[in-house]
């Protein structure tokens, strides 16, 4: 049974996005992104009631994921561009068991759109290896803040 209050939340928020972003307020435009927000939120809903995670927290996570992509974007140039590449490639291993698969996915998702890391292998749904460009890429990994955030989103 899907919970009507997230549909409703979800579909809103979704739909606000929507006119936010297309600036179209034709009718036939509303009536588009009016629909399609219902039903994504929807599928939404049914996610959120199978998995389970907190959407503020999504919402924050999504944001703060887009801040340190930038922030390592700049990194990885500065390091490319630089004359003497500070460049230490290294695999990072840490362990992260959050006994919840899609969790253990969304942080992978994370790490690979994140510039100067790719996750290499997840064994066991919990030990993860990661390739880091330079120090400071394999230093954020260890310090477990993303792991964290990943954590607060699915409630664990």
């Given at each position: 049974m899907m919970n009507k209050k997230t549909w409703i939340v979800a579909s809103l928020i979704l739909f606000a996005v929507w006119i936010s972003l297309s600036g179209k307020f034709e009718v036939?435009?509303?009536?588009?992104?009016?629909?399609?927000?219902?039903?994504?939120?929807?599928?939404?809903?049914?996610?959120?009631?199978?998995?389970?995670?907190?959407?503020?927290?999504?919402?924050?996570?999504?944001?703060?994921?887009?801040?340190?992509?930038?922030?390592?974007?700049?990194?990885?140039?500065?390091?490319?561009?630089?004359?003497?590449?500070?460049?230490?490639?290294?695999?990072?291993?840490f362990?992260?068991?959050?006994?919840?698969?899609?969790?253990?996915?969304?942080?992978?998702?994370?790490?690979?759109?994140t510039p100067g890391t790719v996750t290499i292998d997840i064994k066991d749904g919990k030990h993860f290896m990661v390739h880091a460009l330079t120090d400071a890429a394999a230093e954020g990994l260890l310090e477990g803040t993303m792991q964290k955030k990943v954590g607060e989103v699915f409630k664990i």
């Open positions: 036939k435009f509303i009536l588009y992104g009016g629909i399609t927000s219902v039903v994504a939120g929807g599928i939404f809903s049914i996610i959120n009631e199978k998995i389970g995670f907190n959407l503020l927290a999504l919402i924050k996570y999504i944001f703060w994921l887009m801040k340190e992509v930038i922030k390592s974007a700049i990194d990885v140039t500065r390091v490319i561009l630089s004359p003497n590449m500070k460049i230490n490639p290294r695999i990072v291993e362990e992260c068991d959050y006994g919840n698969d899609v969790a253990a996915t969304v942080l992978s998702g994370s790490i690979i759109l």
